[in-house]
C-alpha cells in the first residue's frame, strides 16, 4: 500500500497547481482520500476529502470556493486542483488514506508529501 504525491512547485500569488497523488498496492476504490498540509513550525492540517461511497467531497474553510478535490479510479489517482493561491496556502502537502475527517489520526496511510510554495 503505498501513496505518491506531486505536483508541487512555486507559483505566484493568483496562480494555480494541480496536485496529484498515485495509488498502488490496494484496491483504491475501496477507500476514503484526503489531502493535509503543513507548514514549517506548524501542526498538519486537513485540506480536503472524498468519500469512497458516494463521491461526497469536504473541504476546509479556508480553501473552500479556489480547491477542488477529485479522483480517478481506472487510474488510481486522487487530485487537488488548488486555485487563486495565496502565500498562506505555502506548505508542504500530504494525500492520505482511510478517512475523510479532518483528524490526520484518523488516516492509516500517507504519501510522502509535495511542496507548493506560493510567492506573494
Known amino acids: 500500500v503505498q501513496l505518491q504525491a506531486s505536483g508541487g512547485g512555486l507559483v505566484q500569488a493568483g496562480g494555480s497547481l494541480r496536485l496529484t497523488c498515485a495509488a498502488s498496492?490496494?484496491?483504491?476504490?475501496?477507500?476514503?482520500m484526503g489531502w493535509f498540509r503543513q507548514a514549517p513550525g506548524k501542526e498538519r492540517k486537513f485540506v480536503a476529502a472524498?468519500?469512497?461511497?458516494?463521491?461526497?467531497?469536504y473541504y476546509a474553510d479556508s480553501v473552500k470556493g479556489r480547491f477542488t478535490i477529485s479522483r480517478d479510479k481506472a487510474k488510481k489517482m486522487v487530485y487537488l486542483q488548488m486555485n487563486i493561491l495565496k502565500p498562506e496556502d505555502t506548505a508542504v502537502y500530504y494525500c492520505?488514506?482511510?478517512?475523510?475527517?479532518?483528524?490526520?489520526?484518523?488516516?492509516?496511510?500517507w504519501g510522502q508529501g509535495t511542496q507548493v510554495t506560493v510567492s506573494s
Open positions: 492520505a488514506a482511510g478517512s475523510v475527517q479532518s483528524d490526520p489520526k484518523l488516516y492509516t496511510t
Open positions: 498496492g490496494y484496491t483504491f476504490s475501496w477507500y476514503d
Open positions: 472524498s468519500s469512497r461511497n458516494d463521491g461526497s467531497t
